[in-house]
């Protein structure tokens, strides 16, 4: 349907040849309707989509007004309903979706109604891409060996993602190996503009990683949200938002010779994140902001959960359309989104006074220097000279000031590491060309494999890399154990891969290694980095240093960094170390990267490989040498960080449009391995046995009607936490340990240990991800002070157990559950098992002194209330030790942002009353919560209407 409302509806030359209607919002200002041209860019594009969906139901002519007459510091209380022109899913987020989806289809059925009404309704890309697990490293074979692992894994998976591409006419799948989800965003899937009946208009949407930002870099409006919520986008829904405030950021000046876009990147997340931009949109614009490469700006969007924004803008200008050249659209689309942007009167860099902002924040690129982060957040930023002060300052600070707790005379011991036993070396996989005799590999250190017979090995083992086994070594204290190029944050940028190679270039020549036990990996974000880093021969001199391919995807940004030596796993945990990984993505939380290793820090790709020569984190690299020569001269970080001009002479290897045309014609092209995934065909799944896929309990016992709202009673405490609680302490990404309860039911399921494989990669099983909420090897719970992992009191007895099967003793007891938060919970990646595993494990609400914005919503969206402390009330505060029993009053008439009474009954009798703020911040989220949550009010709607 369209609709000509406020005369809006005009017509647009997209070439000398082709025309198409648009609504246009310069016609929307003359119609009197409000001063569009003063507003946010990003903002305008948000109302272009209000103005072309108004259907007088879900968007009206109301939703319009109240837009486009935005006020840059009103109060916030109205919500827009947002219609997105696509949805994009990685994997982990992306198979738990289907799975729901495929639930619904059978609730359909049972219920006598079409399954076909369960179809996204808006076009869906799925990344695979965050399955690839880094277990064999530093040989010219680790991608093959990587991939044939990470099939033989996930086959079960991969069956399951080929029945959705058969049976859902709207969804596209783009196979593991290609690259990461942001990267084939920017490269590939974002088209600039989008044409539907005869309508010209942005491309939007919405993804199931907090990192779907990074397309802001183009001009693209996109966010992160949940897989709950996204689901809801498929099937026709608007993306609910309340009107947001939008921060101007005025960037001046040029970055300075040898500052790179990720110390910017890192600068830009510590001041954001001091200005509190949570949950608000951010923008870029001046001079400053013109003068950055897209690369540069993608960069800069990607970390925008980072400082906490819903997003970080850049407009459409010169710099777009270079890229999408260079990354070989066709002129066509090129000259599409050109003309388009300019007709909206939406094409360029704002300069100062342009428009209008909530608030404008500046900085001067000149001051940039170059920095890492961390070692446990990344808005925790350290210039490069004082990383060694820093790691010793924190290495005796207490723990309950985020110190390590250790004692100054700890810090510079050495510890010896066992060499590994006959036995563990004796622990084979082998390689099997056709036509040739199996050849052994030494797991553990793949570097020693020199000689492979197959271009497609095949792996034939049940074991990962264990051990090294070539001589004996020593740790200590800071040491970097290891050292990845991964691929989110960096590799879509040029500049510092080529960086990252100039230096191993010069590094190598001058005689510098790396230690053999640091593990070392690249992992770019897609085909194009390895065309371009071989074009320029320096992905010769990062494999001499370890760095070889292994693999396309997230790896070990998302946790994915595979198994270290066990001799090296035993040094750490028996003598306490605190070792180190560098790496350069976005997140480095705790036990994130490895489960074992306590300081991660976010770098630069040249940095990752510098620190990987250096070996550790106590030398002070703008002072101390990087290393030295053969001949014993010592070198210096100066002596081999690349210049400018070196850089920008070979940039034009990284910008061939006929490179990403032929790396994206044809997908399955010489991709045996996907081709060969079988799986079962029809419109409703059949559900066969597997503990990777299984059917959600979400919807047993559907009815049309929804559920009852009552008050929650003698509630009891399941745990309470500080601040700043992620979602990876929440539902944990990483390797499942077989004493956990995952692994306890896994075992009891007939898997091995060797097969559990991540949470990540199970979320498609409700049994495994409840098992993993709250499971986390370094959550503390307040209720056992000194405590780490996923334990907790359960009442009244007091026994001590895991959170797991405390939940199921409360849930049996007909017992409801609260949890306790500080600042910030549910910060980090938006995982929706995070919100799905405290629904299943019986949780009413959860009270905590802010949310993040993703976790917030995927709360309201599985029906579990969020409310927050007022003032300065927290469970601290208030003494909640979690022994007490707990009353949610006010419940029956539930509005947006209301009040609602916490009673606290203490165990001596006594009660008090508080006030707490309901975090159900809209109208549809109190539709959404009554009907218990989004997925049902979903059903509900498509099988009624």
């Not at 009404?117 to 530093?138: A, F, T, W």
């Not at 101007?248 to 040029?254: A, E, F, I, K, Y």
């Not at 959600?696 to 936490?721: C, H, K, T, Y």
């Amino acid at each position: 349907m369209t609709h000509n409302l406020f005369n809006t509806q005009k017509e647009v030359a997209l070439s000398a040849s082709r025309k198409a209607k648009f609504y246009s919002l310069p016609a929307l200002e003359a119609s009197g309707v409000g001063k569009i041209s003063r507003l946010p860019v990003s903002l305008r594009i948000v109302l272009e989509s209000v103005l072309r969906n108004c259907d007088g139901k879900k968007v009206t002519e109301a939703h319009v007004r109240r837009l486009a007459n935005w006020q840059p510091n009103a109060a916030r209380m109205d919500e827009i309903p947002f219609v997105v022109s696509r949805i994009l899913l990685q994997d982990f987020t992306g198979v738990p979706l289907l799975v729901d989806l495929a639930a619904m289809r059978g609730v359909a059925e049972k219920m006598g109604r079409n399954p076909k009404l369960i179809e996204p309704l808006v076009p869906v890309d799925l990344v695979v891409d965050h399955s690839v697990q880094v277990d064999y490293y530093g040989n010219d074979q680790a991608l093959n060996l990587n991939m044939e692992m990470e099939f033989r894994r996930n086959n079960e998976r991969y069956e399951f993602i080929k029945w959705g591409m058969q049976a859902f006419d709207t969804f596209k799948v783009v196979p593991p190996g290609v690259g990461i989800v942001h990267q084939v965003n920017l490269e590939y899937l974002a088209r600039g503009v989008h044409q539907k009946d005869g309508v010209v208009y942005p491309d939007t949407l919405v993804g199931t990683d907090s990192h779907t930002t990074m397309i802001n870099g183009i001009g693209v409006i996109g966010w992160g949200v949940g897989g709950i919520e996204a689901e809801a986008g498929m099937l026709g829904q608007p993306v609910y938002l309340l009107t947001p405030d939008v921060v101007g950021v005025n960037l001046t000046g040029r970055l300075r010779d040898g500052v790179t876009a990720t110390d910017l990147v890192l600068t830009v997340t510590e001041m954001l994140r001091k200005a509190h931009v949570v949950g608000k949109f951010v923008e870029f614009f001046g001079e400053g902001t013109a003068s950055l490469t897209v690369p540069d700006r993608a960069t800069i969007a990607n970390m925008a959960p980072e400082y906490g924004a819903t997003m970080g803008f850049f407009p459409v200008d010169d710099a777009t359309i270079e890229y999408f050249r260079g990354t070989g659209r066709s002129d066509e689309e090129v000259t599409a989104l050109q003309s388009y942007f300019q007709a909206q009167e939406m094409y360029g860099t704002p300069r100062k006074g342009d428009i209008d902002y909530t608030r404008e924040l500046e900085l001067d690129l000149r001051t940039v220097s170059p920095s890492l982060a961390g070692p446990r957040r990344p808005q925790d930023r350290i210039e490069i000279d004082n990383i060694k002060s820093r790691f010793t300052e924190l290495f005796t600070k207490p723990v309950m000031e985020s110190g390590y707790g250790k004692s100054a005379a700890d810090l510079n011991l050495r510890h010896p590491v066992r060499s590994c036993n006959d036995k563990e070396i004796g622990r084979e996989a082998h390689i099997v060309g056709a036509g040739q005799k199996n050849i052994p590999l030494q797991l553990g250190s793949a570097r020693n494999v020199t000689e492979m017979v197959s271009n497609r090995p095949i792996l034939d083992t049940d074991e990962a890399p264990v051990c090294i086994s070539n001589g004996p070594f020593d740790l200590g204290h800071g040491d970097v154990v290891i050292a990845a190029i991964t691929s989110c944050t960096n590799t879509s940028n040029p500049s510092v891969l080529l960086a990252a190679g100039l230096l191993a270039k010069k590094a190598v020549e001058k005689g510098l290694t790396v230690k053999r036990h640091i593990k070392t990996s690249l992992a770019p974000g897609s085909r194009v980095v390895t065309e371009y880093l071989r074009a320029t021969g320096l992905l010769a001199y990062l494999e001499k240093l370890g760095f070889n391919l292994v693999g396309y995807g997230c790896t070990t940004c998302i946790g994915n960094s595979g198994p270290l030596s066990e001799p090296i796993e035993e040094a750490m945990a028996t003598n306490d170390l605190v070792c180190a990984a560098v790496l350069s993505g976005n997140r480095n939380f705790e036990a994130r990267i490895h489960s074992s290793i306590r300081a991660n820090f976010l770098a630069s790709p040249p940095l990752v490989v510098a620190y990987a020569i250096a070996g550790t984190m106590l030398r002070d690299l703008t002072t101390e040498p990087l290393g030295f020569a053969e001949d014993g001269t010592a070198v210096l970080l100066a002596d081999v960080w690349p210049r400018e001009d070196e850089i920008h002479a070979l940039m034009k290897f990284a910008t061939n449009g006929e490179t990403f045309r032929r790396l994206y014609s044809n997908l399955t092209k010489d991709h045996p391995l996907w081709n060969d995934v079988s799986s079962v065909s029809g419109q409703v799944y059949t559900w066969p046995k597997s503990t990777y896929i299984a059917e959600p309990p979400f919807f047993e016992d559907f009815s049309m009607q929804p559920r009852q709202i009552g008050e929650v009673r003698n509630a009891r405490v399941l745990g309470i936490f500080g601040d700043s609680v992620t979602t990876d302490h929440i539902s944990p990404a990483g390797a499942i340990k077989d004493t956990s309860p995952a692994g306890k039911y896994l075992l009891a399921s007939g898997v091995s240990k060797p097969d559990f494989n991540s949470y990540g990669a199970r979320r498609g099983n409700h049994d495994v991800m409840m098992r993993g909420t709250f499971a986390n090897v370094r959550i503390k719970n307040l209720m056992i002070p000194g405590s780490e992992g996923g334990i907790t009191l359960h009442y009244p007895d007091g026994q001590q157990m895991s959170i797991y099967d405390a939940a199921m003793k409360y849930v049996a007891d007909g017992v409801p559950t609260l949890v306790f938060g500080g600042e910030e919970y549910g910060a980090g990646s938006s995982r929706d098992w995070a919100a799905k595993g405290a629904q299943l494990l019986g949780v009413k609400a959860v009270i905590a002194r802010s949310f993040e914005r993703i976790h917030r919503s995927n709360l309201v969206g599985m029906g579990v209330l969020p409310l927050q402390f007022k003032g300065d009330d927290s469970a601290q505060s208030l003494g909640i030790k979690g022994d007490e029993q707990f009353d949610l009053l006010d419940l029956h008439d539930i509005r947006p942002q209301q009040d609602v009474t916490l009673v606290i009954r203490d165990g001596n009798g006594s009660s008090r009353k508080i006030d707490l703020l309901c975090r159900i911040d809209t109208a549809i989220e109190v539709d959404y919560y009554l009907h218990g949550g989004i997925l049902p009010y979903v059903l509900r709607e498509l099988m009624t209407g």
